[in-house]
Nanobody, 126 residues
């Protein structure tokens, strides 16, 4: 069993920055796929950024150049640095992990991930 706990959300103005953290505990190891996802009210959950067990990072087009994912294997923690935030980034952000890996080209697909955190709210005002 894997437990994921997100933190770092909050309210910022457009153009601001936040850093999200996801602490993993339980049966985790560096070979897990991990990712950040978000869900805005009335919308489906979508992938933001993910890292494979080999360290390859995939970003959604909407956040490329603004968000940076980093995984600290020693601390079992996943980070998401979010810069130049926009109102459309407002959502609940979730951390997810999977021990088996995801299908080819499916790194940002929520259905591929087994374990989920409770989420942390990010609100960006214009």
């Amino acid at each position: 069993q894997v437990h994921l706990g997100e933190s770092g959300g909050g309210s910022v103005q457009s153009g601001g920055s936040l850093r999200l953290s996801c602490a993993a505990s339980g049966s985790t190891n560096s070979r897990y796929w991990m990712g950040w996802f978000r869900q805005a009210p009335g919308k489906e959950r979508e992938g933001v950024a993910a890292v494979s067990r080999f360290g390859m990072i995939t970003y959604a087009e909407a956040v490329k150049g603004r968000f940076t994912l980093r995984k600290d294997n020693a601390q079992n923690t996943l980070y998401l640095q979010m810069n130049s935030l926009k109102p459309e980034d407002t959502a609940m952000y979730y951390c997810a992990a999977d021990p088996l890996g995801v299908g080819n080209g499916q790194a940002l697909s929520p259905a591929e991930y087994k374990y989920w955190g409770q989420g942390t709210q990010v609100t960006v005002s214009s």
